[in-house]
């Protein structure tokens, strides 16, 4: 057995085990877990620091999760998008497949509370079907493998998916969405890192929600698949009593650029039933952006989106304080400072509107002169 298996098989997942360990009551948690499943594997149970902590609350049943009747099980109609089994197409040129229900950990707040958990990966047959339905649909250029999370695959089931994608003439990129590099980073080695380089350009999309979980292994697994060619995103989910917190907020974009991982989207939490007891205020996650923008690297800040509940899809949401003000004579914009400057927009009969051939637009055109001081 591969030693990333053997170390998955060591998680925790019965309740019984977590009785002596993380002040957990194991008859409470009981009925939850034959809901929705548990498993916390030795890496992240070693970096739980106390009972009620960030990383404990997002892998440790909690008796809030049945409390929560009236919410919806598939909020953002995920199942009514779907074509053909496994494959969710909701924007016109990209779509997502979800390779198998089964992750390294199940997070207490999943939005796919409803699917994960149980055994088994992607059957040839459902993957054939899959990649029928993205031949034909040739505005398809970018496919999402999820989940699940597809890093649990055996290395040959994933190369066979990346092998299918690949045949497609008109899809130019490869995503990969996983939990694996922060919860089980024996997981990534050179073997699957040699696979996934001959199907370039793949991404990868890791999710992270806390700066603790950039422990020294994880960084180093980061690191293999940057070094592998594999530009790296994150997607944080904004949860409450993990990660609602600015200061928090800031270490943990701090320590993924750090590994190598460029943050890329910060998720409102959804609706998902089970879920409900995560969610803050849309104030909050407006706060945590104006915090990082400006304040710290460009790079460290992701967008954040509202996944809108009935399938709208992913709605950017900013501060609104930045554009203070805009009509056709020009922009009243706030800094981070909280300092307002003015944008004067082109004016008819500029050069910019009728560019004469062989002409270099002006520095003001350019878009980083022109700013004036009110
Ligand atoms: C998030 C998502 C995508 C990808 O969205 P991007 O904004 O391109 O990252 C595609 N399909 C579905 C169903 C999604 O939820």
Redesign the pocket.
């Known amino acids: 057995m591969e030693e990333w298996r053997r170390i998955l098989a060591e998680s925790v997942v019965k309740p019984k085990d977590l009785a002596d360990r993380l002040g957990v009551d194991p008859k409470e948690i009981e009925s939850i877990v034959g809901e929705y499943p548990m498993r916390i594997t030795p890496t992240v149970m070693a970096t739980i620091k106390e009972v009620g902590d960030p990383i404990w609350r997002q892998v440790v049943p909690d008796p809030a999760e049945a409390e929560d009747a009236d919410a919806e099980d598939d909020p953002?109609e995920?199942d009514t998008?779907s074509p053909v089994p496994h494959l969710?197409?909701?924007?016109p040129d990209?779509?997502?497949l979800m390779v198998t229900n089964q992750c390294p950990i199940y997070c207490r707040f999943c939005t796919r509370k409803r699917l994960v958990g149980k055994p088994g990966f992607l059957k040839k047959g459902e993957l054939d079907r899959a990649i029928a339905y993205l031949r034909e649909h040739t505005e398809v250029r970018?496919v999402?493998l999820s989940g699940g999370d597809p890093l649990l695959l055996p290395d040959h089931l994933l190369e066979r998916i990346l092998k299918s994608l690949r045949s497609i003439p008109h899809l130019e990129l490869i995503?990969i969405g996983s939990r694996v590099p922060g919860s089980l980073p024996q997981r990534i080695t050179p073997n699957l890192c040699e696979i996934v380089k001959k199907y370039h350009p793949v991404y990868m999309?890791l999710h992270f929600n806390h700066p603790d979980e950039l422990t020294p292994e994880v960084k180093a697994a980061c690191g293999m698949l940057a070094d592998a060619g594999i530009p790296l995103g994150a997607q944080t989910v904004l949860l409450k009593g993990v990660n609602d917190d600015p200061e928090v907020m800031t270490r943990l974009m701090h320590q993924l650029l750090l590994a190598r991982v460029k943050p890329?989207?910060l998720y409102q939490a959804d609706l998902t039933k089970g879920t409900n007891h995560f969610r803050t205020t849309v104030e909050t996650g407006m706060n945590i952006i104006r915090e990082l923008q400006g304040h710290t690297s460009g790079m460290a800040v992701p967008h954040f989106v509202i996944?809108a509940p009935g399938g709208g899809?992913?709605i950017p949401v900013l501060p609104p304080d930045y554009l203070v003000h805009l009509d056709e004579d020009g922009a009243v914009l706030k800094n981070y400072e909280n300092k307002t400057f003015y944008y004067p927009q082109p004016q008819n009969g500029h050069s910019r509107e009728l560019p004469m051939v062989g002409a270099q637009p002006s520095l003001s055109a350019c878009g980083d002169g022109g700013f004036n001081d009110l």
């Open positions: 953002l995920e998008m969710v197409h909701r924007y990209r779509a997502l970018d999402i995503r999309n890329y989207y996944d899809g992913k």
